[in-house]
């Protein structure tokens, strides 16, 4: 018996070029379904372009994206979120004067209010053994403790 995986996530041929750089040519990549994969490479090399493809920040020229199987054009990070795509820049994107909870809640449609969102993130943090309390200041927080609040 043969069983068939549709990729999570496909990109076909992404081309994106700046005036004076092609930052990425004709890139192709297959993420199966509970896979992780490393993009690395030098400086300049158009890993940081090609994620922010991905996440809609970034337009291609050229090529295609497929989630799920379906083709799609991912125009802005909201739409990346609501398809759970989600980003950890290399530079935190956190507002460390709030907590952690307001800026989980400002990254969200508001569709939920902060008590809401306070709710969700203790009970996510709980099931994946995480140690992170929503009332905390981010600027107390240690960089490995961003990078969960990140994710």
Same mark, same amino acid.
């Given at each position: 018996m043969t069983t068939t995986t549709t990729a999570r996530l496909q990109l076909k041929g992404i081309t994106?070029?700046?005036?004076?750089?092609v930052a990425?040519?004709?890139?192709s990549l297959t993420?199966?379904?509970?896979?992780?994969?490393?993009?690395?490479?030098?400086?300049?090399?158009?890993?940081?372009?090609?994620?922010k493809i991905i996440y809609g920040s970034v337009k291609p020229d050229a090529g295609s994206?497929?989630? *799920?199987g379906e083709p799609v054009h991912i125009r *802005?990070?909201?739409? %990346?979120?609501?398809?759970?795509?989600?980003?950890?820049?290399?530079?935190?994107?956190l507002f460390d004067t709030i907590t952690v909870a307001e800026n989980v809640w400002l990254g969200? %449609?508001?569709?939920?209010?902060? %008590?809401?969102v306070t709710r969700s993130i203790v009970?996510?943090?709980q099931e994946y053994g995480l140690d992170i309390?929503?009332?905390?200041?981010?600027h107390t927080l240690s960089v490995g403790e961003m990078q969960r609040v990140e994710i």
């Amino acid at each position: 018996m043969t069983t068939t995986t549709t990729a999570r996530l496909q990109l076909k041929g992404i081309t994106k070029r700046y005036p004076s750089v092609v930052a990425n040519s004709e890139v192709s990549l297959t993420v199966m379904p509970g896979e992780t994969h490393a993009v690395l490479g030098e400086n300049g090399a158009g890993k940081s372009t090609l994620m922010k493809i991905i996440y809609g920040s970034v337009k291609p020229d050229a090529g295609s994206v497929v989630f *799920n199987g379906e083709p799609v054009h991912i125009r *802005n990070p909201q739409e %990346a979120r609501a398809m759970g795509i989600s980003m950890v820049f290399q530079h935190f994107s956190l507002f460390d004067t709030i907590t952690v909870a307001e800026n989980v809640w400002l990254g969200l %449609a508001r569709t939920l209010s902060l %008590a809401e969102v306070t709710r969700s993130i203790v009970s996510k943090a709980q099931e994946y053994g995480l140690d992170i309390d929503p009332a905390r200041p981010v600027h107390t927080l240690s960089v490995g403790e961003m990078q969960r609040v990140e994710i």
